[in-house]
Nanobody, 114 residues
């Protein structure tokens, strides 16, 4: 399974960005997909996830600002990020939850300036 993430960039505080992650390869079934982020000097953390039933989960720090969605036909997951804050600055990674293991994308940098 290969994951291609895109959509990162530089944005001012209060702005918006939309991340995309397309999965390709030997995709047979999945529990779901998710977005994680890692800021400098910090551990990678879950931002949002969406499982096969459509149920979503968000980190408390992004609730009400970020929305995860998916297009099953395109094997793509999106992360709409609104009201961005400087503390949202991080490398964002998408994850594909396979049956036997989790696959990771290469990461896309999001920088929010104050």
């Amino acid at each position: 399974v290969q994951l291609q993430a895109s959509g990162g960039g530089l944005v001012q505080a209060g702005g918006s960005l939309r991340l995309s992650c397309a999965a390709s390869g030997s995709i047979f079934s999945t529990v779901g997909m998710g977005w994680y982020r890692q800021a400098p000097g910090k551990q990678r953390e879950l931002v949002a996830s969406i499982i096969s039933s459509g149920m979503t989960r968000y980190a408390d720090s992004v609730k009400g600002r970020f929305t995860i969605s998916r297009d099953n036909a395109k094997n793509t997951v999106y992360l709409q990020m609104n009201s961005l804050k400087p503390e949202d600055t991080a490398v964002y990674y998408c994850a594909y939850y396979g049956v036997a293991r989790t696959y990771w994308g290469q990461g896309t940098l999001v920088t929010v300036s104050s």
